[in-house]
């Protein structure tokens, strides 16, 4: 019983962080029909401009909640800016090519990113501070379930709600479902796509730079490479949920999350990663356009 | 308000327009007629911004407006219904009008063009909450409409309105359009194959075949000449 426990409560944490990262592969997809393999690498320059925040503001005296949400402030708008300036970079000026420039651009742009950081950074992995300060009431529980756990899962869930509510009652939000609909007619309704386009990457890239700091701090060590296996996976999970569906990217997450955490906890953790792939292959020959996709894959 | 000069449009190789010319003045309600791929959506695309014309230019309100952005003209009151209506399908109809009303900041003006709307075409507003692709084709081509006339239109841009709907749905809808132009003062660009309907409306009419225009006038002229009508018209 207590085994089960901890595999469900590492496989939510687990899948609260592909969540975060598979929903802006999903949202991408939906906006620019594009799959930005970039992404994972986001996800990693946010666990790293965390670190390096941590220090810097950890020296100026900054601790406790107050260095946690400095350090999430300063991920989120520096990998926002990384995400918005690789659409610019890698994407926006393949628009309206084929559909295999793009996806090559952005595997190019995954390994410049990885080597940009281990060059700048370090090859070696980097001890990560636990930047959650422990919560006296979880005390009694603490062999179960730590106070890391508890944040992740409840960052996870308000980051979800916030997004939630902004694509359902924002006009940004309006303007984003418009366009993964129709474009053409998304701008003679008065939208500029390249704005939305734009909007898309810096929200996906906050995301997955909440995603890199919470990683971080479970794990308590990063390195360059973190963020080409979580994106893999990530992706894995937006594609079992039904690539471009939002809700479907959180439930394909949360069920590889689990499904990750009881392989490794009933079979052995060799298995671990594989069986990301094997769900994903699984899933995709029963339903073809994930979870909770529609049952055509191509997106027109 | 508008003119067209020698614009010509390609599709790869494919020149669909052949420098056309046309003008369109404040107030009129104009159709422009022609049998299937004479080039008559490629025309209003090239005006609202969709398909920059390769040569040629563009005029609105004496400004040259060639190659300016779909949105950018939204703004300018110029507005495209485009053929097939092309309703967002996982929106709500309220969703779709809002969208109309995308780049308006003023609320209460809003307010009363929904009213407006509403009053035109009640059937929407026993449908608001509902998801524009389980519309019927004649309620999606009210919405593409009222979704248009939310940006406040100083000229519309009608792609064949009456594609695909029963006699009934596309009097009303021809009604509602002369109504708009009178009330509103709205110019109206009408692309139609449906040319007696048309004409029935349109002060005047030019006539397309194979990307130039090959004959103009007015559409009382137009309907009454025998000749024509065989030619051009289908009977
Ligand atoms: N996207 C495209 N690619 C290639 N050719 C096109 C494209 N769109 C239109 N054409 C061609 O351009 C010509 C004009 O097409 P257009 O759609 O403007 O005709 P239309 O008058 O609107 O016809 P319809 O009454 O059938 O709607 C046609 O010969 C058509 O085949
Ligand atoms: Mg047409």
């Not at chain 2, 040629?56 to 300018?76: C, K, N, Y």
């Not at chain 2, 389980?134 to 940006?151: D, F, H, V, Y």
């Not at chain 2, 809808?173 to 004409?199: C, H, K, P, S």
Request: net charge neutral; with cysteine.
């Amino acid at each position: 019983m207590e085994l089960f426990l901890d595999l469900l409560i590492s496989g939510l944490t687990k899948g609260s962080i592909y969540a975060l990262i598979a929903l802006g592969y999903t949202m991408v997809y939906g906006i620019v029909g594009l799959i930005n393999f970039a992404h994972g690498e986001i996800y990693m320059i946010g666990a790293f401009i965390a670190l390096i925040a941590s220090l810097a503001l950890s020296q100026a005296g900054l601790a406790g909640w107050g260095l946690l949400v400095s350090v999430a402030a300063a991920a989120v708008v520096y990998s926002a800016m990384y995400g918005w300036t690789v659409e610019k970079i890698a994407y926006k000026p393949l628009r309206g090519s084929s559909r295999l420039s793009p996806l090559i651009s952005a595997i190019g742009m995954s390994i410049f990113l990885q080597n940009y950081v281990q060059l700048l950074q370090s090859p070696n992995f980097l001890t990560f501070p636990s930047l959650v300060p422990e919560l006296g009431f979880l005390a009694p529980v603490s062999h179960i379930v730590n106070s890391t756990q508890l944040f992740i899962w409840l960052a996870t869930a308000l980051i979800m709600t916030a997004l939630t509510v902004l694509i359902k009652f924002t006009r940004l939000g309006l303007s984003m479902r418009a366009v993964s609909q129709d474009p053409d007619m998304a701008r003679l309704s008065g939208v500029n796509i390249d704005r939305v386009i734009s909007s898309t990457f810096v929200i996906g890239s906050a995301l997955a730079a909440v995603g890199g700091l919470l990683i971080g701090c479970y794990m308590r060590q990063i390195d360059f490479y973190i963020g080409f296996l979580a994106g893999m996976k990530a992706f894995t999970a937006a594609v079992l949920g039904g690539i471009g569906s939002i809700p479907g990217a959180v439930l394909g997450a949360l069920v590889l999350g689990f499904a990750e955490s009881f392989a490794a906890g009933f079979i052995s953790s060799d298995y671990e990663d594989a069986v990301a792939f094997v769900l994903l292959i699984v899933i995709l020959i029963a339903r073809p356009g994930g979870l909770m996709g529609a049952a055509q894959t191509q997106k027109v | 308000m508008l003119k067209l000069e020698g614009l010509h449009t390609f599709y790869g190789n494919i020149e669909a327009l052949k420098g056309l010319d046309l003008t369109v003045e404040e107030g009129e309600i104009i159709a422009l007629l022609g049998a299937n791929g004479a080039g008559k959506t490629t025309t209003l695309n090239c005006i609202s911004g969709l398909i920059p014309p390769r040569r040629g230019r563009v005029f609105f309100d004496g400004e040259d407006i060639t190659g300016h952005s779909p949105e950018s003209l939204v703004a300018r009151g110029l507005i495209e219904v485009p053929e097939g209506r092309r309703i967002f399908p996982a929106l709500t109809v309220m969703e779709n009008l809002k969208m109309g009303a995308y780049l308006r900041r003023d609320q209460p003006e809003i307010s009363r063009d929904l009213d407006y709307v509403f009053n035109l075409f009640p059937i929407l507003r026993a449908r608001a909450g509902q998801s524009g692709g389980t519309l019927s084709g004649g309620e999606q081509q009210m919405l593409a409409i009222s979704r248009a006339l939310m940006g406040r239109p100083r000229m519309l841009l009608l792609d064949e309105p009456s594609l695909g709907l029963a006699p009934l749905i596309i009097r009303n809808i021809f009604d509602i359009i002369r109504q708009i132009n009178m009330e509103r003062g709205t110019t109206v660009l009408l692309v139609e194959q449906n040319a007696n309907l048309a004409l029935k409306v349109a002060d005047r009419a030019y006539i397309l075949t194979t990307g130039l225009i090959t004959l103009s006038g007015s559409a009382e002229v137009l309907m009454a000449d025998e000749g024509i009508r065989k030619a051009y018209l289908g009977g």
